[in-house]
């Protein structure tokens, strides 16, 4: 756990300044912020978004404007910032699938990481299989026998091709010897209304992106247990590895000058220290989970590299 004092002091040392609050009298853009997310309203990156943009206030004197770009695997939001000035005025808060995962399952990608510059990391969390409460499969182990009973036949759900969920989907088929009927979805509102009426059996989602009463939770794909979801086991119990970690930052196209990127990084971080963020991350049932750029790029670095040699074993390509 990341104490109050450790997101203080990586706040000043990121600036170079004495506190996060002179950071944005000297570096900090004194234009409105936008904070694009590559998501639509009401997931969990929007809600940790708006958190953030809450808790930016008292740092650096404005309420960033939150704007959801979704769609595309997160192609339209990146479009957006890769055309946005190097002010430092417009960041991207999202996970790492566009710079871990889309540059190796697709043949040609528009954008890299080399287009854009890590500034911080600030939550991470597990994503969970969950199921219909209309599945006859009410456990794991039931559901894992409904599958192997009926290949290719049930409907499971994700965010599209190349997303995180989709990778996840098919990791999580491959472990267990499955096959599911691929169904890819824009929106997420859209699936978890499928997955209501009982269109949708099974998907892969973030836990703070719908009510945990309205599906039925198979298993946690990380280590840890939902703390609201104590008997729900881990992938892990199951004995099977962790797949890809979840984990959620700000971003700025390359080029913004080094002390705006600094000091960007050091009003993030002291926000994440703020109660108004780690209210909204308890109850969007994430971990507030801050990291300075250094480590935020390093851990983009290596699932990189685990998404590399994972593709290049299971043959996994979208185009």
Not at 13 to 31: K, N, Y
Not at 46 to 55: F, I, T, W
Not at 301 to 314: K, T
């Amino acid at each position: 756990m990341v104490s109050r004092r450790q997101l203080l002091g990586w706040a000043m040392m990121a600036a170079g300044l004495g506190s996060p609050a002179s950071a944005q009298t000297a570096a900090l853009p004194q234009r409105p912020v936008r904070i694009i997310v590559p998501f639509s309203a009401g997931t969990t990156l929007d809600v940790m978004a708006r958190a953030l943009s809450a808790a930016l206030e008292p740092v650096i004197g404005q309420r960033p404007l939150v704007v959801n770009r979704d769609g595309a695997a997160g192609f339209i939001a990146l479009s957006e910032m890769a055309q946005a000035e190097a002010d430092g005025t417009t960041w991207l808060f999202s996970g790492p699938g566009q710079f871990t995962i889309q540059p190796h399952i697709r043949r040609r990608v528009a954008f890299t990481l080399d287009d854009f510059a890590p500034v911080c990391q600030l939550y991470e969390t597990p994503f969970a299989v969950v199921a219909s409460r209309r599945s006859p499969a009410t456990t794991f182990a039931a559901f894992l026998d409904r599958a192997r009973s009926e290949p290719g036949r049930i409907r499971f759900g994700h965010y599209g091709p190349g997303s995180a969920t989709h990778l996840l989907m098919v990791i999580f088929a491959r472990q267990h010897g499955l096959t599911f009927l691929d169904i890819p979805y824009r929106s997420q509102g859209q699936l978890v209304q499928d997955l209501l009426t009982g269109e949708l059996e099974a998907a892969v989602l973030a836990p703070g992106s719908y009510e945990p009463d309205i599906v039925r939770h198979l298993v946690i794909l990380g280590t840890s247990r939902y703390p609201d979801q104590p008997d729900v086991p881990t992938i892990v119990e199951m004995g099977q590895p962790p797949p890809l970690a979840s984990f959620a930052g700000i971003y700025v196209v390359k080029g913004v000058p080094e002390a705006a990127r600094a000091a960007i990084e050091a009003a993030c971080l002291a926000a994440a220290a703020d109660p108004v963020f780690r209210g909204a991350a308890l109850r969007a049932r994430v971990e507030a989970a801050p990291l300075p750029a250094g480590p935020f790029t390093d851990r983009i670095l290596a699932q990189s590299r685990e998404v590399q040699a994972l593709v290049a074993e299971i043959g996994l390509r979208i185009d």
